[in-house]
């Protein structure tokens, strides 16, 4: 019995140091710790926010949290006293000055609500594309802050556009975990395109170079459907007198006449191993690629040609067909014959510059 009772009391020597160091090394570990950097998702920041090892305390609100995406800081002695009063002590600071404290949230950036307001709209009452949507709001619209929760895309549900006015009203819905989030956007739309603008008064029949227009984008209706781009203007021909700052359209522009009535002309014959030219004189204006009418100098005959460049009018000559049982004797004499007449009216000339 005496050895038993000493045996037993031996084992309880043993294992007290044990039980001694796990409760040490428990409560090490259950000492809450100050966290340096907090992020909450909600308005308010609890216990279980700002340290680590809360405990049953961990769902306690202690401050209300920074507005939407912003952050805010509070000094650790401000931390440790509203921690204190809900009997949370001996936290472990590690030496933290100041806690900073994150709101998150879901960002619209106002391009990207712009953007989807377009996209509502495009094609809608007779609209265009929705690039090419020039929206005005009745309300400034700036980067939005949601709650995170609001993780949904920006979903339209409706759309309104009255062509009249341009007035437009369009709605969203932001799906989250509970009720949807709601936005409305209303303004007016106008359909624009890019256009030839010109940058100083231009005068009719007057050529466009370069500098005499620039591209802006312009109202549609203001236009009209057939807005010319500055790419196809430079070196036409105004129909009319025009002001700066007046968009071109394709009617009010020409090709250039390249040949103009009773200006004198170079009358052009040209065939097979043949390049003749002849002083002629306007009957028409012509543009490049226009027929019209001018005189032989030389012949005093009216005939047709077209216009291939500035005061350069092409000839065409007939070649004569021949008759499918024709001589092969008199072919020779034949084709010698028509050279010769059209070489009788024209000048001389060097050799054609191949």
């Not at 609100?61 to 805010?72: H, K, N, Q, S, V």
């Not at 709001?137 to 700036?142: A, E, H, L, S």
């Not at 390049?275 to 005189?295: F, P």
């Amino acid at each position: 019995m005496f050895v038993r009772t000493v045996l037993l009391a031996t084992a309880l020597l043993l294992t007290a140091p044990l039980t001694a160091l796990a409760q040490s090394r428990e409560a090490a570990i259950t000492v809450p710790v100050l966290r340096a950097s907090v992020a909450v998702a909600g308005d308010v920041v609890r216990i279980g926010d700002m340290i680590d090892n809360a405990g049953t305390s961990a769902q306690i609100a202690i401050y209300r949290a920074p507005d939407l995406g912003t952050t805010g800081s509070l000094p650790t002695a401000q931390v440790i006293a509203a921690l204190q009063a809900h009997q949370v002590i001996g936290v472990d600071t590690r030496d933290i000055k100041a806690v900073t404290v994150t709101r998150l949230s879901r960002a619209i950036e106002a391009s990207e609500i712009r953007f989807q307001v377009a996209r509502a709209l495009e094609h809608r009452n007779g609209l265009g594309d929705a690039a090419n949507l020039s929206l005005t709001f009745d309300r400034d619209v700036q980067d939005l802050q949601l709650d995170a929760s609001n993780t949904g895309p920006l979903q339209p549900v409706s759309a309104r556009y009255e062509p009249r006015n341009g007035r437009f009203d369009v709605s969203f819905e932001i799906a989250n975990d509970a009720t949807p989030a709601k936005l409305r956007f209303t303004g007016t739309a106008i359909e624009t395109v890019e256009a030839a603008v010109l940058t100083h008064n231009v005068e009719r029949n007057e050529i466009l170079k370069s500098s005499d227009v620039m591209t802006e984008r312009r109202p549609k209706a203001e236009v009209g459907s057939d807005p010319a781009a500055r790419g196809q203007v430079v070196g036409m021909q105004m129909r009319r007198q025009l002001r700066a700052g007046q968009a071109l359209r394709a009617a009010d522009l020409a090709k250039p006449d390249l040949v103009q009535r009773d200006d004198n002309v170079t009358l052009i014959y040209e065939s097979a191993g043949l390049y003749l030219t002849i002083r002629g004189k306007a009957l028409d204006n012509g543009a490049e690629g226009d027929a019209v009418s001018v005189l032989n100098l030389q012949s005093k005959r009216t005939i047709s040609g077209v216009v291939i460049g500035r005061g350069q009018v092409a000839i065409t000559v007939a070649t004569p067909r021949l008759p499918l049982a024709a001589d092969p004797s008199t072919v020779g004499s034949a084709d010698t014959a028509s050279i010769s007449v059209a070489a009788s009216n024209a000048s001389p000339v060097a050799p054609k510059a191949e």
